[in-house]
Nanobody, 114 residues
Framework: QVQLVESGGGLVQAGGSLRLSCVACGINLRLYTVAWYRQAPGKQRELVARMYTNGNTNYGVGQCTISRDNSKNTAYLQMNSLKVEDTAVYYC???????????WGQGTQVTVSS
C-alpha cells in the first residue's frame, strides 16, 4: 500500500520559517516526480514547487525550496519569510508522468499569524 506522509506543518508568525517533510512508503521515490501543492479555504489547489527525477525544479507560489533525499525516500519543502497568505493545507504529490502512478498525501496544515 502506498502512503505519502507529510509532517512539519504548524502555527508560525509572519516572517518565520517551516520545513515540511514527505515520507513515501510503498514506492521508490527516486522514480517519481515529487511536488508540493497547497489549498487555502475556498480556493483551488495550486502548485508550490515540483522536482523532477533529474533534479530540475519548477516553482509556483510562495518563497520556498524543494529538495529530496532519495536515500530516505523523503521530499522536503523549506519555506521562508512566510506570510499570512501562505496559510493553507500543504499536500505532497508523487507521480510518474504518462502512467497511472499518482499519489497524494493527507496534507499538513500551515497557519501563519500576523
Amino acid at each position: 500500500q502506498v502512503q505519502l506522509v507529510e509532517s512539519g506543518g504548524g502555527l508560525v508568525q509572519a516572517g518565520g520559517s517551516l520545513r515540511l517533510s514527505c515520507v513515501a512508503c510503498g514506492i521508490n521515490l527516486r522514480l517519481y516526480t515529487v511536488a508540493w501543492y497547497r489549498q487555502a479555504p475556498g480556493k483551488q489547489r495550486e502548485l508550490v514547487a515540483r522536482m523532477y527525477t533529474n533534479g530540475n525544479t519548477n516553482y509556483g507560489v510562495g518563497q520556498c525550496t524543494i529538495s529530496r533525499d532519495n536515500s530516505k525516500n523523503t521530499a522536503y519543502l523549506q519555506m521562508n519569510s512566510l506570510k499570512v497568505e501562505d496559510t493553507a493545507v500543504y499536500y505532497c504529490n508523487a507521480r510518474i508522468y504518462g502512467r497511472d502512478n499518482n499519489f497524494w498525501g493527507q496534507g499538513t496544515q500551515v497557519t501563519v499569524s500576523s
